[in-house]
């Protein structure tokens, strides 16, 4: 059994979530944590997909490698199967809240920038047209060390 069961979300799950998941699984073993990470996308318009060629390209400037990833659309069965649900904007926050059925799903999402900007409710902008992958890629790296560090706290 893992410690902590954490689903990344954006919108096509070819750009922002998996970044995310790959930046995390780095870091999990970094710190030798017990926790799993997945992700998946609001929409099924990349279904089976790899992730987008720029996103392979940034994580593997640092080293990681998320070619093996296959783009999904999130199901109503992941509220429950995961602890934390990280979604990456406020339509990606909207889409998967009016998939949960009670308070303890509702619970588990969270927009990802509130690990840094606490309250301020900020997206990960979307680099599918504009190219922003580097931003995303800084922006994702902070907030996940902060996740990181806020468990490692207690
Ligand atoms: P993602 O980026 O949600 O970060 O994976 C997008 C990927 C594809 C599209 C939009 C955003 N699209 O419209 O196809």
């Not at 089976?48 to 994580?59: C, E, L, M, Q, T």
């Not at 926050?93 to 009016?98: D, E, L, N, R």
């Amino acid at each position: 059994m893992f410690d902590k069961k954490v689903l990344m979300v954006c919108l096509g799950n070819i750009c922002r979530s998996p970044l995310a998941q790959g930046i995390l699984e780095k870091k999990i073993i970094l710190h030798g944590l017990n926790w799993t990470v997945d992700s998946a996308g609001t929409g099924r318009y990349h279904v089976g997909n790899p992730p987008d060629v720029r996103s392979i390209d940034k994580a593997r400037e640092y080293g990681i490698d998320i070619t093996k990833q296959r783009s999904r659309q999130i199901e109503v069965s992941d509220l429950d199967l995961f602890d934390v649900i990280l979604t990456m904007d406020s339509s990606n926050y909207q889409s998967v809240m009016g998939l949960a059925k009670n308070k303890s799903q509702r619970d588990k999402i969270k927009l990802i920038l509130n690990y840094v900007y606490p309250g301020q409710n900020m997206a990960v902008p979307d680099p599918y047209y504009d190219d922003s992958f580097q931003r995303v890629y800084d922006l994702l790296n902070a907030a996940l060390d902060q996740l990181i560090a806020k468990v490692e706290a207690f």
